[in-house]
């Protein structure tokens, strides 16, 4: 569990960062911020999949959506 919230921090804060960079980079400013903008989306992702959340479900990444 702590390991998953470190790994949850690190692609969170990370995309951060690399999105406030962007913009002090020369070339590749645009690629930069998509890609920042892509760990935070992964990081968000992940967090709220994480299995024993508060929503109690058992098959996160499985199932019907209906269940």
């Known amino acids: 569990m702590i390991l998953s919230f470190l790994f949850f921090m690190f692609l969170f804060l990370g995309g951060f960062w690399l999105m406030g960079i962007s913009f002090e980079l020369p070339d590749y400013n645009a690629f930069a911020f998509c890609g920042g903008l892509l760990l935070v989306t992964l990081a ?4 709220l999949r994480e299995r024993g959340t508060a929503t109690r479900r058992s098959k996160n990444w499985s199932g019907n959506a209906t269940e």
């Open 44 to 47: 968000l992702a992940f967090i």
